[in-house]
């Protein structure tokens, strides 16, 4: 079984910045793509970032130039810069993780990230 801690949320001003973390553990298990997904209240999750196994990142386009996702394979840990933040940047964020052979999906519990105008 595979957990997912989350960190890093919190409240900010427009303009500032947050990096957010997120903690694989469990053990025997090998981390295929890792990804930030946002929800604000009243829309659909959304995919904001992702990072594969090799490196390999894509945005969505509202996170471009702003966001930057890294992982430490080592740690089982992905995190994501978040730089000029905007109020509309608001949601829970939560992290995803595909694990293993049959890239099993986990999520982490989500983070509370308010950017205040």
């Known amino acids: 079984q595979v957990q997912l801690v989350e960190s890093g949320g919190g409240l900010v001003q427009a303009g500032g910045s947050l990096r957010l973390s997120c903690a694989a553990s469990g053990s025997g298990f090998s981390v295929n793509a890792m990804r930030w997904y946002r929800q604000a209240p009243g829309k659909q999750r959304e995919l904001v970032a992702s990072?594969?196994?090799?490196?390999?990142?894509v945005y969505a386009d509202s996170a471009k130039g702003r966001f930057t996702i890294s992982r430490d394979n080592a740690k089982n840990t992905v995190y994501l810069q978040m730089n000029s933040l905007k109020p509309e940047d608001t949601a829970v964020y939560y992290c995803y993780v595909s694990v293993g052979s049959l890239y099993r999906p986990y999520w982490g519990q989500g983070t509370q990230v308010t950017v205040s105008s």
């Open positions: 990072i594969t196994s090799g490196g390999s990142t």
